[in-house]
């Protein structure tokens, strides 16, 4: 797929991934629509746009609200002829022990990794199939959508559900005949400031910590300081578009680890978590 010419739809661009994503498409030839639900952030990736040559959409977006996704894609039809790639990478953390840790912060995780990917679907891929024109759309899941690990429940769950949901939206577009490609990313540590999710929680609905989650979040902070650069995730995302590619990956032994972790639920035992790197 050629990326010069088109309009890429990018949520959680106001740093780490979606910024990373927001430049290269940019840098592509694409026109760009970004969103995020922190304005502060939001705003400087599109000063960065617009200092490298480049005009943004912007829109201030929880993508958990179904109806402020739809309010976005309309204005990406109205102002931008429609998205010809969506990025569905908004996304946030909350873990700790499952029996100690409140539904609340799986209501949270879920409503943001699951839900937001869902309603861009919904807001988006309509338009995409009534073009025709060939399109593609990116959902960042994670290595945690592939591989479970302790302590971080909510936030697994939602990337498994998530990256079903992915596997479903692929088949219905290939059964439909559609020239729209998708593509599971699921990168292991990146330098981006998930670790702080915290700060995005509504007030009304944050938990107070426990050990275990603040075990969690400590070393979750670590594995992303060392990290790929966000930008190397985003060449990926981009090469993944242009050839077609299904799953993406980031961790070079993360293959061999799938290969592994079959292997290890065929025999019937908890499968082995691989490095996060």
Known sequence: MELAGTTAVVTGAGSGIGRALAFAFAAAGARVAVGDI???PLAETVAT?????????AQVLDV????????????????????DVLCNNAGVFAGGTTWERPVGDFEWVMGVNFYGILHGIRAFVPGMLERGRPGHV???????????????APYTASKFAAFALTECLAGELAAEGAPIGVTALCPGAVRTGIAASVRNRPDAERTEPTPSSEFV??????TTAAGLAPSAVAEMVLDAIRVGRY????GAGYATALRIRTDELLAGGVPTLPAFD
């Open 217 to 222: 979040d400590r070393m979750l902070d670590e």
């Open 64 to 83: 958990a609200d179904g109806d402020a996704v739809w309010s976005f894609a309309s204005r990406v039809e109205a102002e931008l002829g429609g998205a």
């Open 49 to 57: 746009l617009e200092d490298a040559g480049s005009t943004a959409l």
């Open 247 to 250: 799953l993406q990956l980031t």
């Open 138 to 152: 990116v959902n960042t899941i994670s290595a945690a959508g592939l591989f479970p690990s302790a302590f971080s």
């Open 38 to 40: 922190e304005p502060d």
